[in-house]
């Protein structure tokens, strides 16, 4: 964790929540107590700030300084906000083209995405605050920097980024095996917005539920799935081919 996007210490984390500074993610010492954790905590929940819970070694790994149990990381970039991302969007008069990230939770592959995100136009990057990959140094790094060009929305439920994308006249796409239609059988020549779902469980049921389409990719090997950013880039180059 590159220490200048660090803050250690409850009341410093308190206080960078005060001033609306971005906190990525909040890391907790797993038995943590007294009245300031209690606070930090409230705070944290109240303001829907990802955290998770660590043994004291992975802190003292992370800063040598009194951290009082609890460690925070600023991400290196603003996220923008979903009304003001899609809306923007759909006024400039081009063909939109989002990416929504339900709740994935590995860095380097959220990085990757980024990267072919990039690449292949797409117009913002929707993800959960909380149980999603933190911004940081390795999800910079994996991106090529692609991370400071693609805008990154925040939300408190992906089912109602979903709605509001709807609403707005974006059709969803979930990319998921539980569906006979592939990929290539789906058009993809019109406003949408691409599901992905996390590493190991996929996209949430309940999100599955309220999706405008499904989609898979053809398998045929004796391995079951792809990796979430290589499936990520198929979909969105599939998309680019048929908007050519």
Known sequence: ME??????????????????KEIDKVFIQTDA??????????????????????????LNRLTPNNHQGAVATIAPISFV????????????????????LDQLSDARNFGAIIRTAECTGVDGIIVQKTGSAPVNG??????????FNVPICKVDHIKDAIFYLQGSGIKTVAATEKT???IYDIPLNEPIAIIM????????????KIVDAKAKLPMFGTIGS???????????YETVRQRS
């Open 81 to 100: 906000k979903l009304e003001t991302l899609v809306d923007g969007v759909v006024e400039s008069g081009k063909m939109p083209l989002f990416l929504i």
């Open 33 to 58: 107590q007294g009245e300031l954790m209690q606070e930090l905590m409230k705070t944290m929940k109240k303001n829907s700030i990802n955290f998770s819970y660590v043994p004291v070694e992975k």
């Open 138 to 147: 390795d999800t910079v790094k994996t991106s090529a920097g692609a991370v």
């Open 180 to 182: 006979e239609d592939s």
């Open 226 to 236: 792809l990796n979430v950013s290589v499936a990520c880039g198929a979909f969105l």
């Open 197 to 208: 779902g996390s590493e190991d469980r996929g996209i949430n049921p309940s999100v599955l």
């Open 3 to 20: 220490k200048e996007n660090q803050i250690f210490g409850i009341r410093a984390i308190l206080e960078a929540i005060a001033a609306k």
